[in-house]
């Protein structure tokens, strides 16, 4: 068998049932043998974020994989690959290598000497009989530990070589870690003896499946939740515990929960600094629950902490704090509820003109709201993306379901959210997928709105268009005065059309849900649709000081 049909093989094997990728590959043409789905795009940084929903959205119960030609392919590829190592997400990379007589000689591009830094795992293979056995390390690596990308690199010549007969193939198993006993119980009576402790909960909840447990460890504390914006929608946010999700934007119940919090609890996440995320307030006492022992103590310390797969560690808890607790309720939940009630209602008041608002050029924060209450959110999962439309979106959306939001941020990539929304089509295609974009993103990515016809993966695409990079508007003043550099401009309800998807521009407030309703139904018969939404230079947002 050549090296080619071993690796589709061993994809089959491992329950692959999409290869996405771009030309020219091999394994492309040797996965179409054996029925795995190829799925080719317009280039490959919208691929690795597809391969990187699939992932996502099914807790890595399926690995997303992306392949590409060596060169051109594997260095186009690097953001694609740099925004899942940011994001901890964990995807295959197939990239082909030179042919092997040039593969480390100058200046051809080695994709295991550039892709260290933005994988946990990059093998290059020169043997074809080392084909399996490098198969096998990857998909460990990818399935345990630390989500994050893995990569085989291929030369194009060995791909065409046979493997020698008597090659063995066992999928990689999924192993799960659980905490040290001695420090559950630490981790319990800190938890217990807290006032006002806060729940933050990470992406290895989602990762971990660990929603049913943090659900009953709150309840059980009576303790208030929050989540990352990568753990968005691990909690629901209709719950009467919930504070919301964290981001740079954030409700006001979350700011004063956190700011007066004596204990805060993060499980499933990193606490790393970042501008897309809620800070911890100066000085707060940290527990930290993670699997990965290099965010102990990293960017925050930790005054107990917890090494281990978060559904088991959540698990543990609930069974010390529940023996605590001696099985009466601790009388909290009345006054801790309604202050969130309460807290949520002052603000969403104060946020209402600009949620309802009658304008136009319309509010952005008008087009989220109603597209809030036009879909059935449970049954929807949508994405934002780079720049406004994140902190515009993410305070407001109330994710009610599991893995409904894909959230992001450790970086920033304009133009991601469309190869999430894709992807996760790709893995959840009863669900309506819809990323929220604006019109300096649609830059980066636009084209492959045509794979998303071409490739029969109707997604919603709402596109908030108001001419510009209106979060740069303060920071580039004078360009702006003098050469206009913040301004862009494009009519890309005609651009999703020419690309044979469903598009229509939207100015007027009225018209909003009514598009809303027909993009769906278009999406239902299979056509992408692509809402644009003539939208205000808006530069306010729910931020906190
Ligand atoms: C690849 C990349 N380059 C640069 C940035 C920095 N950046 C963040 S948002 C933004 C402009 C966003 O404009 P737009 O998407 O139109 O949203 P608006 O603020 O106008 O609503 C820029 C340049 C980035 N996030 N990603
Ligand atoms: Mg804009």
Redesign the pocket.
């Given at each position: 068998m050549k090296a080619a049909a071993v690796v589709a093989d061993i994809l089959k094997r491992e329950g692959v049932q999409f290869l996405i990728g771009y030309p020219v590959n091999p394994i492309i043409e040797a996965a179409a043998e054996v029925d795995i789905r190829t799925i080719i795009v317009r280039q490959e940084r919208t691929g690795l974020h597809m391969a990187d929903a699939v992932s996502r959205v099914s807790s890595g119960e399926r690995i997303g994989v992306f392949a590409m030609q060596h060169g051109p392919g594997a260095e186009n590829s690097f953001?694609g690959v740099a925004q899942a190592y940011g994001d901890s997400v964990p995807i295959v990379v197939l990239p082909a290598g030179y042919p092997r007589r040039l593969l480390n000689i100058p200046p051809n591009f080695s994709s295991f000497l550039n892709y260290q830094h933005v994988t946990k795992w990059a093998e290059q293979v020169i043997l074809a009989d080392a084909v399996p056995h490098a198969m096998r390390r990857a998909f460990t690596q990818v399935r345990n530990g630390r989500p994050r990308p893995v990569l085989v690199e291929l030369p194009a010549d060995l791909l065409q070589e046979n493997v020698p007969d008597g090659w063995t193939y066992t999928p990689a198993p999924r192993l799960r870690t659980a905490p040290d006993p001695r420090a559950v119980a630490d981790v319990a009576a800190a938890l217990v003896a807290a006032e006002r402790p806060v729940i933050y909960a990470g992406q290895g909840v989602h990762y971990a499946r660990g929603w049913r447990e943090l659900r009953e460890l709150a309840e059980l504390l009576e303790a208030p939740v929050t989540t990352s914006l990568q753990g968005k929608s691990a909690f629901p946010e209709t719950h009467p515990l919930s504070l919301g999700s964290g981001g740079r934007s954030i409700g006001k119940a979350l700011h004063h929960f956190l700011t007066s919090a004596d204990l805060i609890f993060g499980i499933g996440c990193s606490f790393s600094t970042t501008n897309y995320g809620v800070a911890m307030p100066k000085g707060a006492r940290i527990v930290h629950a993670t699997l990965d022992p290099a965010d102990v103590n990293k960017d925050l310390r930790a005054e107990l902490a917890l090494i281990g797969d978060a559904d088991l560690t959540l698990g543990a808890l609930v069974a010390e704090v529940r023996d605590r607790l001696h099985g009466g309720p601790r009388g909290r939940a009345a006054a801790v509820t309604q202050e969130i009630k309460r807290l949520k209602a002052e603000w969403l008041a104060q946020w209402a003109p600009r949620l309802t608002s009658e304008a136009t050029p319309l509010s952005?924060y008008r087009v989220i709201w109603d597209l809030l209450h036009a879909v059935d959110v449970a049954n929807t999962i949508i994405t934002h993306?780079?720049?406004?439309?994140r902190d515009q979106i993410s305070p407001f959306w109330e994710s009610v379901a599991p893995l409904t939001y894909i959230g992001w941020g450790k970086t920033?990539?304009?133009?991601y959210g469309l190869g999430l929304a894709m992807g996760a089509k790709l893995a959840a295609p009863d669900k309506l997928c819809v990323n929220v974009?604006?019109?300096?993103?649609i830059g980066?990515t636009g084209m492959d709105f045509e794979t998303a016809v071409r490739e029969r993966i109707p997604i919603l695409s709402v596109l908030?268009n108001?001419f510009?990079?209106?979060?740069?508007l303060k920071v580039m003043k004078v360009a702006t005065e003098k050469y206009r550099s913040t301004d862009?401009s494009g009519n890309y309800a005609d651009f999703a059309r020419a690309l044979g998807g469903w598009g229509e521009r939207v100015t007027e407030p009225g018209a909003i849900v009514p598009a809303i309703k027909r993009a769906i139904a278009k999406t239902r018969e299979g056509t992408p649709a692509l809402l644009e939404f003539i939208?205000e230079?808006?530069v306010d947002f729910s931020i906190f000081p």
């Open positions: 953001g952005p993306d780079a720049g406004s439309p920033t990539q304009l133009g974009w604006g019109d300096a993103a980066f908030l108001n510009s990079m209106a979060i740069e862009i939208t230079k808006a």
